[in-house]
């Protein structure tokens, strides 16, 4: 049974910092790329941070460059979010989300998320 849970949401103060975990398992983790997404409220979601099987290849989106940081240990299965300087905009439910492209097609799994709020 195919898995992505993610954890280490909360509550923080503007500036503060937060670490997201993913842990999957189900797959075959090391051959999917990974990516963090996010859903504000009342905005559809949007592509936060990927990053490739092997863990060479990562992208942001700028509007958190500089401040997030994507990783992954294929060891353990599991994909990390490092958010620092922590925004009131960057309040939504984080996603993590597999992906691997097949003959033909893709197969995308997905977690249930995590809410991040950004408040004082």
């Known amino acids: 049974q195919v898995q992505l849970v993610e954890s280490g949401g909360g509550l923080v103060q503007p500036g503060g910092s937060l670490r997201l975990s993913c842990a999957a398992s189900g797959f075959t983790f090391s051959s999917y790329a990974m990516s963090w997404y996010r859903q504000a409220p009342g905005k559809e979601r949007e592509l936060v941070a990927p990053?490739?099987?092997?863990?060479?290849?990562?992208n942001y989106t700028d509007s958190v460059k500089g401040r997030f940081t994507i990783s992954r240990d294929n060891a353990k299965s599991t994909v990390y979010l490092q958010m620092n300087s922590l925004k009131p905009e960057d309040t939504a439910v984080y996603y993590c989300?597999?992906?691997?492209?097949?003959?033909?097609?893709?197969?995308?799994?997905w977690g249930k998320g995590t809410l991040v709020t950004v408040s004082s």
């Open positions: 990053i490739t099987s092997t863990g060479g290849i990562t």
């Open positions: 989300s597999a992906l691997r492209t097949i003959a033909g097609g893709r197969i995308i799994y």
